[in-house]
C-alpha cells in the first residue's frame, strides 16, 4: 500500500487544497489565484520528493497547470470575474511560457556547450590531470580537490557557469570508478555543494549576497574585506563538514584512481579554437560586469562559436542534457507564480514576528528562508524577504543586543545561499543531478544537513563578528 501512496499523495492533497472554501485556510484576503498557486506547488513539492514521474515531467507539468489554472489565457472554466480583489490578479501566458527561454537557461545552454566542446577536444581530461594531481590518487582526497577549485572560483564566478565547467573535468575521473561504487555519488555531488557553499564567500560571489549589501548601508555598512572575513572562514569550516559528509555517507570501495592521461593537449587549429573561447569565457565570467555583459549574455559566445566554427554539430546538439533545462524552467515558473500571485509575501506576512523574542526571529527567519530556498531561487528568496527582513530588525529593539538588523539580514542571506535539498533548489544541483549519479533522496539528506549545520555556524561566526565589531 505504501507503493501506491506515492502516486495518489501528489494528485489528491493538491487537489482537496484547489477545491477547498477560501474560509478554511488561515490568511486573510487569500484570493482565488493563489490557491491555485498553492496547489500547484503542493503538486510540485509532492511529485519532486516522491516521484511518482520524472522530475523533467513534473516542472513541464508545472508550467501547464499554471498556463490553464492563471494564466490570462487559462480554461474558460477557471477564468472566474478577473480583476476582482477575491479573484486575484492572474499571470501573462507569455511570462510563463517565457521560463524555457529564461537567461538561466541560456547560462545552462553555454555550459553544456562548454562541456561538450571539452570533452570533444580532450580538454576535460588534460584539465584534470594538471588540476587533479596535486590531491594524490586517493578518492577522498580527490573529491576535496574538486570541491576546493569549484568553491574559489563561485567565489567569484557564477555558480552555475562553475558547476558546469567542473562536472565537465570530473567526466574522465568518473570513467574509472567502477558503476556500483558508492563514491560516485559523492564525486556527483562535491560540485553542486562546493559551488552553492563558495558562493557565500564574497559578496559578489552569489545575487543573494550582492541583494543583502543594499540593506547594510550607514550604521550596518559591510565592507568587502569585511565580508570575507567572516565569509571565508564560513566557506571553509562548512565545505570541510560537507566534505566529511559525503565520503562517510558514500564511502569508496577503491582505493585509488589512477589518471594516468597519456598525451598532450591536441594542437589542431579547432582545438585552438576550443581552448580560447574556453578560456576567454571563464575569464569573462571571472571579471563579473566590468565588461558590461553579465554572466547570461557571456554564456552565448561559446554557443555562438562552436556552432559557427562547426565544432559542435547537429549530432552533438543530441547530447545536450534537454530534461535539464525543462527541470530548472518549472522552477523558475513555480518561484515566478509564488511572487506574483502574492502568495509567498502572504505566507511571509502572516507570521507574527514581532510577537516573538528574538531568538525566535533569528531562527525562525533563517529557516524560513532556508526552506523557501530549497522551492524557489536562492534570488527570488532574499528579493521577497530582504525587505521584511530589514524593516523587521530596525523595528525591533530586542535584536539590537544582538547585532539588530544587520545579523537577522546575513543570517537570512546565508540560509537562502544553502537551500540546496533538491535538484531544482539550484541551477549547479540541477546540472549535477543530470549526471544520472545522484538521486533525488541522497541530494536531500545531503541538502538538509549542511542547510541546517550551516545555519548553526552562520549563528556562530555572525555573533562573532558583532563582538569584534563592538
Same mark, same amino acid.
Not at 17 to 22: C, E, K, S
Not at 99 to 116: H, K
Not at 354 to 383: C, D, E, H, I, R
Given at each position: 500500500?505504501?507503493?501506491?501512496?506515492?502516486?495518489?499523495?501528489?494528485?489528491?492533497?493538491?487537489?482537496?487544497?484547489?477545491?477547498?472554501?477560501?474560509?478554511?485556510?488561515?490568511?486573510?484576503?487569500?484570493?482565488?489565484?493563489?490557491?491555485?498557486?498553492?496547489?500547484?506547488?503542493?503538486?510540485?513539492?509532492?511529485?519532486?520528493?516522491?516521484?511518482?514521474?520524472?522530475?523533467?515531467?513534473?516542472?513541464?507539468?508545472?508550467?501547464?497547470?499554471?498556463?490553464?489554472?492563471?494564466?490570462?489565457?487559462?480554461?474558460?472554466?477557471?477564468?472566474?470575474?478577473?480583476?476582482?480583489?477575491?479573484?486575484?490578479?492572474?499571470?501573462?501566458?507569455?511570462?510563463?511560457?517565457?521560463?524555457?527561454?529564461?537567461?538561466?537557461?541560456?547560462?545552462?545552454?553555454?555550459?553544456?556547450?562548454?562541456?561538450?566542446?571539452?570533452?570533444?577536444?580532450?580538454?576535460?581530461?588534460?584539465?584534470?590531470?594538471?588540476?587533479?594531481?596535486?590531491?594524490?590518487?586517493?578518492?577522498?582526497?580527490?573529491?576535496?580537490?574538486?570541491?576546493?577549485?569549484?568553491?574559489?572560483?563561485?567565489?567569484?564566478?557564477s555558480n552555475t557557469a562553475t558547476t558546469a565547467m567542473m562536472?565537465?573535468?570530473?567526466?574522465?575521473?568518473?570513467?574509472?570508478?567502477?558503476?556500483?561504487?558508492?563514491?560516485?555519488?559523492?564525486?556527483?555531488?562535491?560540485?553542486?555543494?562546493?559551488?552553492?557553499?563558495?558562493?557565500?564567500?564574497?559578496?559578489?560571489?552569489?545575487?543573494?549576497?550582492?541583494?543583502?549589501?543594499?540593506?547594510?548601508?550607514?550604521?550596518?555598512?559591510?565592507?568587502?574585506?569585511?565580508?570575507?572575513?567572516?565569509?571565508?572562514?564560513?566557506?571553509?569550516?562548512?565545505?570541510?563538514?560537507?566534505?566529511?559528509?559525503?565520503?562517510?555517507?558514500?564511502?569508496?570501495?577503491?582505493?585509488?584512481?589512477?589518471?594516468?592521461?597519456?598525451?598532450?593537449?591536441?594542437?589542431?587549429?579547432?582545438?585552438?579554437?576550443?581552448?580560447?573561447?574556453?578560456?576567454?569565457?571563464?575569464?569573462?565570467?571571472?571579471?563579473g560586469g566590468a565588461h558590461g555583459m553579465n554572466s547570461y549574455?557571456?554564456?552565448?559566445?561559446?554557443?555562438?562559436?562552436?556552432?559557427?566554427?562547426?565544432?559542435?554539430?547537429?549530432?552533438?546538439?543530441?547530447?545536450?542534457?534537454?530534461?535539464?533545462?525543462? +527541470? /530548472?524552467?518549472?522552477?523558475?515558473? @513555480? *518561484?515566478? %507564480? =509564488?511572487?506574483? #500571485?502574492?502568495?509567498?509575501?502572504? !505566507?511571509?506576512?502572516?507570521?507574527?514576528?514581532?510577537?516573538?523574542?528574538?531568538?525566535?526571529?533569528?531562527?525562525?527567519?533563517?529557516?524560513?528562508?532556508?526552506?523557501m530556498a530549497n522551492f524557489m531561487s536562492n534570488t527570488a528568496?532574499?528579493?521577497?524577504?530582504?525587505?521584511?527582513?530589514?524593516?523587521?530588525?530596525?523595528?525591533?529593539?530586542?535584536?539590537?543586543?544582538?547585532?539588530?538588523?544587520?545579523?537577522?539580514?546575513? +543570517? /537570512?542571506?546565508?540560509?537562502?545561499? @544553502? *537551500?540546496? %535539498? =533538491?535538484?531544482? #533548489?539550484?541551477?549547479?544541483?540541477? !546540472?549535477?543531478?543530470?549526471?544520472?549519479?545522484?538521486?533525488?533522496?541522497?541530494?536531500?539528506?545531503?541538502?538538509?544537513?549542511?542547510?541546517?549545520?550551516?545555519?548553526?555556524?552562520?549563528?556562530?561566526?555572525?555573533?562573532?563578528?558583532?563582538?569584534?565589531?563592538?
Amino acid at each position: 500500500m505504501r507503493h501506491y501512496f506515492r502516486y495518489i499523495f501528489p494528485i489528491v492533497i493538491p487537489l482537496i487544497v484547489l477545491f477547498m472554501p477560501l474560509s478554511v485556510f488561515p490568511f486573510d484576503g487569500m484570493t482565488i489565484v493563489q490557491q491555485r498557486v498553492a496547489a500547484i506547488f503542493l503538486f510540485a513539492a509532492l511529485s519532486w520528493v516522491l516521484e511518482p514521474i520524472p522530475i523533467y515531467a513534473t516542472s513541464v507539468a508545472i508550467i501547464c497547470f499554471e498556463l490553464l489554472l492563471i494564466s490570462d489565457k487559462s480554461l474558460v472554466w477557471f477564468t472566474g470575474q478577473q480583476g476582482e480583489a477575491w479573484y486575484g490578479t492572474v499571470m501573462s501566458h507569455t511570462e510563463i511560457m517565457a521560463t524555457f527561454a529564461n537567461p538561466i537557461i541560456m547560462l545552462f545552454l553555454g555550459g553544456f556547450f562548454l562541456a561538450i566542446a571539452a570533452t570533444k577536444y580532450r580538454l576535460d581530461i588534460n584539465l584534470a590531470r594538471v588540476l587533479l594531481k596535486p590531491f594524490g590518487e586517493q578518492p577522498k582526497y580527490m573529491i576535496l580537490g574538486l570541491m576546493l577549485i569549484t568553491a574559489m572560483f563561485s567565489m567569484f564566478m557564477s555558480n552555475t557557469a562553475t558547476t558546469a565547467m567542473m562536472l565537465s573535468i570530473l567526466a574522465p575521473v568518473m570513467a574509472l570508478l567502477k558503476p556500483g561504487d558508492p563514491s560516485r555519488t559523492a564525486f556527483a555531488l562535491c560540485i553542486p555543494l562546493a559551488a552553492n557553499i563558495g558562493g557565500i564567500g564574497t559578496p559578489i560571489g552569489t545575487p543573494p549576497n550582492a541583494i543583502a549589501l543594499k540593506y547594510l548601508q550607514g550604521s550596518s555598512n559591510i565592507s568587502f574585506g569585511e565580508w570575507m572575513a567572516f565569509g571565508v572562514p564560513f566557506v571553509v569550516i562548512l565545505m570541510a563538514f560537507a566534505w566529511l559528509f559525503i565520503i562517510v555517507l558514500f564511502p569508496a570501495k577503491q582505493k585509488s584512481i589512477s589518471l594516468d592521461i597519456k598525451g598532450q593537449f591536441l594542437k589542431t587549429p579547432q582545438a585552438f579554437v576550443v581552448y580560447i573561447t574556453f578560456i576567454t569565457t571563464i575569464v569573462l565570467w571571472l571579471m563579473g560586469g566590468a565588461h558590461g555583459m553579465n554572466s547570461y549574455t557571456v554564456a552565448m559566445i561559446p554557443v555562438t562559436v562552436f556552432l559557427m566554427t562547426g565544432i559542435i554539430n547537429k549530432e552533438d546538439l543530441k547530447q545536450i542534457s534537454w530534461d535539464v533545462l525543462w +527541470l /530548472v524552467s518549472g522552477g523558475i515558473a @513555480l *518561484g515566478l %507564480a =509564488l511572487d506574483k #500571485s502574492g502568495l509567498a509575501a502572504l !505566507l511571509v506576512y502572516s507570521i507574527p514576528f514581532g510577537n516573538f523574542s528574538p531568538y525566535v526571529v533569528l531562527v525562525g527567519a533563517a529557516l524560513l528562508s532556508l526552506l523557501m530556498a530549497n522551492f524557489m531561487s536562492n534570488t527570488a528568496t532574499a528579493n521577497l524577504l530582504m525587505p521584511i527582513m530589514a524593516a523587521l530588525g530596525a523595528s525591533m529593539s530586542s535584536l539590537e543586543g544582538m547585532g539588530g538588523q544587520t545579523t537577522l539580514i546575513l +543570517l /537570512v542571506t546565508f540560509a537562502a545561499s @544553502l *537551500g540546496m %535539498a =533538491l535538484p531544482i #533548489s539550484t541551477p549547479p544541483n540541477a !546540472l549535477a543531478h543530470a549526471t544520472g549519479h545522484i538521486q533525488t533522496s541522497q541530494m536531500a539528506k545531503v541538502g538538509i544537513f549542511i542547510g541546517l549545520l550551516g545555519i548553526a555556524l552562520s549563528f556562530v561566526l555572525v555573533a562573532i563578528l558583532h563582538i569584534v565589531k563592538h
